[in-house]
């Protein structure tokens, strides 16, 4: 059990990151993106292709992480010109209508048949005791703890993280004191659908990699993200990580394996019970 729970540690770096990635947009932008997965699954996707017509992985995965990027910041570019005004909810459900359109486009362009991809860090990694710990797996917690704190730090003590928060909480009022609103929101949407591709790219070699599958890693990820109550980022990246180890933990019990899937759903479902639940006494003191 303890080395299919150190397994899921590539899972729960994966897992992590974008989890974080979900609190950070909605800490920038206000944007609750349920797209999240599918706009780095997009971006893996294009990798995938280019390596099948020849192309070098050193070029391929540059390409697919600016393919995500470029698709992430017309979502945001769209939602921040169109949007702007609009509460968190309809932002929250312009982002499902473009989950199911990637979807869609998705499948026609890519199929639903599994992909081989090709790991980040081939045979990297190192033994511990009888513990095998793979490089993508270290890869993803490296990055899912330096972009939490990197973007807790830049948030709490930074102009631009002031700049950031008012376009969150306060658009137009933003827009009107002189604050970029347009080009932040773009470029923080660019940023994350970046890192969203390297999370999907990691974890992919670990599980059925076609389109669909991929994103729905969007589950985990708010799962993780709900953990740390959309707004704690250490918890959101410490919640993935603990989603990915019991899932591999999962996989070595029987009556387990077959149901280790439905964890980040029921995670969902309780935060959600909880958070509801916190809000009800909150407004009955």
């Avoid at 932002?91 to 890519?110: E, K, N, P, Q, S």
């Amino acid at each position: 059990m303890l080395q299919a729970s150190v397994a899921g540690l590539l899972a729960g770096g994966a897992y992590a990151m974008v989890g974080v990635c979900v609190v950070l947009l909605f800490q920038m932008t206000g944007v609750l993106n349920v797209a999240q997965a599918a706009i780095g699954s997009f971006g893996t996707m294009v990798m995938l292709q280019l390596l099948e017509r020849g192309w070098g992985f050193g070029v391929a995965l540059p390409a697919g992480v600016l393919t995500a990027a470029a698709l992430a910041a017309l979502v945001g570019w769209a939602i921040a010109r169109f949007y702007a005004d609009s509460s968190a909810q309809v932002r929250t459900i312009v982002t499902v209508a473009v989950l199911v359109g990637l979807l869609a486009i998705g499948f026609r362009l890519f199929g639903n048949d599994p992909r081989t991809v090709p790991s980040l860090v081939p045979g990297a990694g190192f033994r511990l005791a009888d513990v095998v710990v793979s490089g993508n797996a270290l890869i993803a917690l490296v990055l899912a703890a330096a972009i939490a704190v990197g973007a807790g730090l830049l948030l709490n003590r930074s102009r631009l993280g002031v700049r950031l928060r008012a376009i969150s909480e306060r658009p137009v009022t933003a827009e009107m004191l002189g604050v970029p609103v347009t080009a932040l929101a773009v470029g923080v949407w660019a940023v994350m659908g970046a890192v969203t591709a390297v999370a999907v790219t990691a974890v992919a070699p670990t599980r059925p990699s076609n389109f669909l599958s991929l994103s729905l890693l969007v589950m985990p990820a708010m799962a993780a993200a709900l953990l740390g109550g959309l707004r704690n980022l250490a918890g959101a990246a410490l919640g993935g990580v603990l989603i990915g180890v019991i899932e591999g933990a999962g996989t070595s019990v029987r009556q387990l394996s077959e149901y280790r899937q439905v964890l980040p759903f029921l995670v969902v479902v309780v935060a959600l019970v909880w958070l509801q639940r916190r809000e009800v006494w909150d407004a009955t003191r």
